[in-house]
Every structure is written in structure tokens, then in C-alpha cells.
């Protein structure tokens, strides 16, 4: 009887560390395969679309804050400004978007100029897909159909669509302008409009 009960607690001594074994190996796969997901989802990904270096950073402590509106419409379609443009991970490019609303935030770390070539620069980037950095007088993104016309506030834009400055008073109330709370000058609401007719 001592021999069979010596057996059987021999047994459940085995059982348990093989169970305690079965356990470690799943632990170990487990934090593997979290390790590894992880590395892939916040790993830098390459892009289509190379941003030149004062771009290709993230801002964290603005230098000014301007909100510019922007509007798209090709062949009668409104083109809606993507949410996130810019926001990648806990990265925010120095111009980025933060709802469909087509709200540019200009957000820099530096006190430089930014342009509406720059914002499409980095919208493509965010895509990983080059026509969202064409812009020209016959071509809005991927669509070569006609006549691309600009207007700021109303008025029509005649120079190089995608060397419009940014300005760095573009706010409204709504959308308020970093030069409003420093006493600079106030802030005035900027909207572009780009419209591409066959």
C-alpha cells in the first residue's frame, strides 16, 4: 500500500511539472508572438513618398499653430481630406489633420514657412501612395481631366498651387490661431479651394 501510494504521488509530482512546463512553453510563445506583432505594427514602414527632413519629424512642442481649411472637388465630387493625415503612432507631423472636416493643423517645431505642397507631401507619405502629391493646373491627384483652378478666401489663386505659403495667422473661432494668444495680429480664416473641371 506505501508502495502504491508513493506511485501515485510520484505521478501527480510528474503530471505537475509537466503541466508547469506546458505552461512555460505557452508563456514563452505568447510573449514571442506579442513581441513579434508589436515590432511589425511599430516598426517604421517605408514609403512611396520620401519627406525631406524638416517634414519627416515629429512635432512636439509648436512653434506657432495655424489651422488652415482646405477643400477638394474633382469633376464635381467633393474629396474628402482624410482623418490622421500625418498622425502616425504618437507622431505628429508638423502639418496633419485630425477629423474629415478638411482642417489643416499646422503645428511646427520650428518657425518656418510651410506650403500646400508640403501638407500634400505629407498626406501622400501617410497613404504611401505618390498622386496624393500631384497638383497642378491640369491634375488633381491621379485624375489628368481638365482645369485645375485654386481660390484663397474667394479670390483666385494664379501662382503655383502647390507653393501657396500656409499662413501663420490661419484660424477662426472655431480653429484658433497661436499669434491670437501671443498679441500678435488676429487670426484670420483661411479656406483654399481646389477645383479640378473636366
Known sequence: MAQTRKKAIMQQVQRQRRNRTIASITVAVVLVAVIVTAAAFLAPKSSLVTLPGYLDQCASSASYHAHVHLAISVSGSAVTVDAGIGLQG???????????????????????????????LIWGNWKNDPQYTILNSTQVFNNPHGTVKMTVNGNPFSGDMKSYQLPKIAGDPAEPCSANSTGGPPCVRTDVVITETP
Open 90 to 120: 504618437g507622431c505628429n507631423r508638423p502639418l496633419h489633420t485630425h477629423a474629415t472636416d478638411g482642417v489643416i493643423h499646422v503645428e511646427p517645431n520650428e518657425n518656418r514657412d510651410y506650403t500646400l505642397g508640403d501638407f500634400l
